[in-house]
């Protein structure tokens, strides 16, 4: 009986150890991707599509953006996980947007007051944003991307194509590591 509990133990023990590895290193860089064939390819980027107004500049498309290496953030004001990334997002923004990185957030609403203007104008100066940012209170451009939740972030390669999805807070390491990866792919 006691040889059979020192195994059940140890057994466990095993079990426990991998699903801690499981779920504990992919959140903290530990299997982040290292090359360019690690990078999934989700096919093509869908279009902005009718976007209510654009702030901090002109209305772009993925068709005027083919050869630059392009962040999509979908935000909303009001969001607290949202605002946690903003700094990250921005920040990847002034890094590295003289290599070729543009950077568009599409802020899509969850509540009726998300949807004014005027609040989404505040929320950019008040959280800095310099880079472009698309109003999509019919959220067509959140469902033409399959979007679900807030905050997610795409990240798609001078093709155009969509080369990595992150739903929700942290994953900052790998992120940037797969912005450098693009910017120095042909």
């Known amino acids: 009986m006691t040889r059979f509990l020192t195994r059940l133990m140890a057994a466990l023990t095993g079990v426990f150890l991998l699903l801690f590895l ?16 690690a990078l999934s390819d989700y096919g ?28 999509v953030d979908f935000w909303t004001h009001d969001c607290i996980n949202c605002i946690r990334t903003l700094p990250h997002v ?9 290599q ?3 950077v568009v957030g599409v802020h899509t609403p969850e509540f009726a007051f998300e949807r004014e203007p005027r609040n989404v104008a505040a929320a950019i100066q008040r ?11 019919r959220y067509a451009t959140w469902r033409a991307y399959g979007t679900q939740y807030w905050p997610s972030v795409y990240l798609i390669d001078r093709q ?10 942290g994953n900052y390491e790998e992120t940037e590591q797969a ?3 693009l910017l120095a792919a042909p």
Do not use: C
């Not at 499981?22 to 064939?37: E, H, I, K, V």
């Not at 959280?127 to 209170?137: G, H, S, T």
């Open 160 to 169: 155009g194509r969509i080369r990595m999805k992150h739903v929700g807070e």
């Open 127 to 137: 959280f800095k944003l310099r880079y472009p940012v698309a109003q999509d209170n």
């Open 22 to 37: 499981f779920l504990w290193f992919p959140s903290r860089g530990a299997f982040a991707a290292t090359d360019m064939a």
């Open 100 to 102: 070729g990185l543009v």
């Open 44 to 71: 093509p980027a869908p279009e902005f599509s009718q976007i209510q107004q654009w702030h901090n500049g002109p209305a772009l498309s993925m068709a005027s953006l083919r050869g630059k290496v392009v962040l």
């Open 90 to 98: 921005s920040k990847w923004y002034e890094r590295y947007k003289d």
């Open 179 to 181: 912005i450098r990866q």
